[in-house]
């Protein structure tokens, strides 16, 4: 019996706990890896890490009323491309995009924490100016997960020029960011505008 005991000890302090042991610290790390992937320190932009993702309004019904192509390559502000938005009006008169993290996320899954983020800067025009826009970073709600804050920019009449806008988030809680950016337009007429280098800084 002695002898028996012996061998399961020897077996629990030798093989079995070093095995168990090795498991939660695998699992701490894994842990500790996925919360560091998740955040961000600025400054940075948004491609590659928020995606364009959530439309809403007469955009839910597809291309058919938006386009948007991130692709665009005349008369750009940043670099070679940036993004064209036509918007085609339809029964509910408004559209919008949300820049989701991750791509399609409505608050089922944790977004990103941003870390040492003021602002937020990007650059706008209109195809032939007066396009008035209403931009906004995070106010994401209703699902498990949402976005620590909300901040609204006032409404802009673009131009026909590229023009740089703000969105203040200094004091601003960051923590948890699904929503990074959005756009909304309500109108009865179409229009076209271009957006360029939506950054943290």
């Known amino acids: 019996?002695?002898?028996?005991?012996?061998?399961?000890?020897?077996?629990?302090?030798?093989?079995v706990a070093p095995i168990i042991g090795a498991a939660v610290l695998f699992g701490l790390f894994r842990g500790a890896s996925v919360l560091a992937s998740q955040s961000i320190k600025a400054p940075f932009c948004l491609n590659g890490f928020f995606y364009p993702s959530g439309w809403m309004?007469?955009?839910?019904?597809?291309?058919q009323h938006l386009q948007l192509d991130d692709q665009w390559k005349e008369n750009c502000h940043s670099g070679a491309s940036c993004l064209r938005?036509?918007?085609?009006?339809?029964?509910?008169?408004?559209?919008?995009?949300?820049?989701?993290?991750?791509?399609?996320?409505?608050g089922d899954q944790p977004g990103r924490k941003i870390e040492g983020a003021t602002k937020l800067v990007f650059w706008a025009r209109g195809q032939?100016?007066?396009?008035l826009i209403q931009?906004?970073?995070?106010?994401?709600?209703?699902?498990?997960?949402?976005?620590?804050y909300e901040k609204i920019h006032e409404p802009?009449?673009?131009?026909?020029?590229?023009?740089?806008?703000?969105?203040?988030?200094?004091?601003?809680?960051?923590?948890?960011v699904i929503g990074a950016f959005s756009w909304t337009v309500k109108t009865n007429v179409p229009l076209t505008f271009y957006l360029d280098?939506?950054?943290f800084q």
Not at 1 to 15: C, K, L, P, V
């Open 57 to 63: 309004g007469d955009a839910e019904k597809g291309t």
């Open 128 to 131: 032939n100016g007066g396009e």
């Open 156 to 176: 802009v009449a673009l131009t026909t020029d590229w023009r740089e806008f703000e969105i203040p988030l200094k004091g601003m809680d960051t923590t948890s």
């Open 1 to 15: 019996m002695e002898t028996r005991s012996f061998r399961a000890t020897w077996m629990f302090i030798f093989i």
């Open 85 to 106: 938005i036509v918007y085609q009006p339809a029964a509910k008169g408004w559209a919008g995009v949300y820049w989701q993290s991750p791509d399609g996320n409505w």
């Open 197 to 199: 280098g939506i950054c």
């Open 135 to 148: 931009f906004k970073s995070g106010g994401m709600r209703g699902k498990k997960y949402e976005d620590s």
